[in-house]
């Protein structure tokens, strides 16, 4: 898959080792491309292009920025039309530890509001960089990486990308349930800063056969 | 512990038989003493009896009822003043589908209002009646139950009451991240009712130790 990631923060070279290493394109898309320092755990093949470069042959687009720059990146990049866009952000506080919005509304829905011809896919919001870094498995388990959206070949196509990682792909309905994802995203900061369980933690839903089935 | 269950439907009779199990004197409160009929799996040490005889020796007291039916429930009932109360509910539009405030506030915020004498700890609201009903066990993993409050005695009080069930506590913060437990709730009731995973399923936060530590 031809993977822009637009970004080169703790969540885009996260996002681009493990695209890399499940063996996709990636490309990274910086407004200064040259001035762009990433891990040095960041596989070669990940290549640091302008955004519009980055765009360009790619089937599928991260927002990897911050949700306050998403705006401006929307309107400087492009064209979207037809893009498969996969918002990673959560809407958060200047301070990292409440959101900004919620409950009526959501980032994902704020931005697939921004580029109507997009097909916008909530994922990643619930995984800290540090979990992406480190990879999947967290003992016996892998980490499950939340995927919401509206359109069905692009919920697919995401859900491929996330499995092709080694993460596991939980479908969470439509786009508007990002109103959901976007508060566990805050619950899990909580925890992780200001509760004490360090950044290593990554929520998910245990299940068990039905006693009745 | 002496604990007062207000509500005689599935979530009430779970946790009734939970506590009941664990040792606990649980007395469930009802409107109508007489008609309640509970589980034949409730254990025979749980009384039924009219509220306020319920609330009279009761510590702590579960509001087990529907959200939409609580402002009665405080009403009608108390003394709350000193009272640890539990909100275990989920402000749910009629067809449970969405949740019916959020953000700025949450179910258990508005509770504690209605009730400033009494310590309100948010608990048990991401556990369905079937899972209560069956128990904490999902193979090697025990089923967390989330506890927000801001009384430090009251949320160990309740922290102590849910380890002594076999559920895993998990303080999840002051009583505001409500705002975060009950939109978990809901993406959890999702997951169960529209996504095809049925009840037999709980919330939880994987942990991994930290490779720099």
């Keep these: 898959m031809n993977i822009a990631i637009i970004g080169t923060g703790h969540m885009a070279s996260g996002l681009a080792k493990q695209f890399a290493l499940a063996g996709h394109r990636v490309m990274l898309g910086s407004r200064h491309p040259a001035q762009a320092s990433l891990p040095a755990s960041t596989p070669s093949s990940v290549a640091v292009l302008a955004i519009p470069q980055a765009l360009q042959s790619a089937e599928v687009v991260f927002l990897a920025v911050p949700f306050a720059a998403v705006g401006d990146v929307i309107q400087a990049a492009g064209p979207w039309d037809g893009k498969i866009v996969v918002d990673i952000t959560n809407p958060l506080t200047p301070d990292f530890m409440e959101l900004s919005r919620g409950f009526t509304t959501s980032a994902a829905e704020e931005i697939a509001?921004?580029?109507?011809?997009?097909r916008v896919v909530k994922a990643f919001n619930t995984v800290f960089a540090q979990v992406l870094d480190q990879g999947p498995d967290f003992g016996s388990e892998r980490v499950s990486v939340f995927y919401a959206g509206d359109d069905e070949s692009a919920n697919q196509c995401i859900a491929d990308l996330i499995a092709s990682t080694g993460f596991k792909p939980v479908y969470a309905g439509g786009l508007k349930n990002?109103?959901?994802?976007?508060?566990?995203?805050?619950?899990?900061?909580?925890?992780?800063?200001?509760?004490?369980?360090?950044?290593?933690?990554?929520?998910?839903?245990?299940?068990?056969?039905?006693?009745?089935?």
């Design 178 to 213: 990002a109103r959901y994802l976007e508060p566990l995203a805050a619950l899990t900061i909580q925890l992780a800063y200001a509760l004490g369980h360090g950044t290593q933690i990554a929520p998910a839903f245990l299940e068990r056969p039905s006693a009745s089935s």
């Design 113 to 118: 509001r921004l580029i109507p011809g997009a």
